[in-house]
Nanobody, 128 residues
Framework: VQLVESGGGSVQAGGSLRLSCVAS????????MGWFRQAPGKEREGVAT????????YYADSVKGRFTISRDNARNTVYLQMTSLKPEDTAMYYC???????????????????????WGLGTQVTVS
């Protein structure tokens, strides 16, 4: 199983970035996906999560209305579109996956690290 993130970089406050995560080595359409971030000296926190069909999403309050998670099952890829970026969004961003049912309801539990089975190595986002 491999999750590879890309799309990070440096951006000014108010700007936008789109992160991508390509999955391989497992059946993408049997896993829910999530994005997490970790700033220096802070714990890793869940940012957004999405169900298999892409029809349900759940966001941390800190990013709600600014970030959008989506997925393209034909490309085994999950995205995180980030807009109105703030300096406090600076962090390493990770994508992660957990096996889930098609009808699963997403909530705060799906933003916890212990829900996830597979992790990428991360992509750095710096907002100045």
């Amino acid at each position: 199983v491999q999750l590879v993130e890309s799309g990070g970089g440096s951006v000014q406050a108010g700007g936008s970035l789109r992160l991508s995560c390509v999955a391989s080595g497992y059946i993408f359409t049997t896993y829910c996906m999530g994005w997490f971030r970790q700033a220096p000296g802070k714990e890793r926190e869940g940012v957004a999560t999405i169900n298999i069909a892409g029809s349900r999403t759940y966001y941390a309050d800190s990013v709600k209305g600014r970030f959008t998670i989506s997925r393209d099952n034909a490309r085994n890829t999950v995205y995180l579109q980030m807009t109105s970026l703030k300096p406090e969004d600076t962090a390493m961003y990770y994508c992660a996956a957990f096996h889930c049912a098609a009808y699963v309801g997403l909530g705060t539990w799906a933003l916890r690290q212990n829900a996830y089975e597979y992790w990428g190595l991360g992509t750095q986002v710096t907002v100045s």
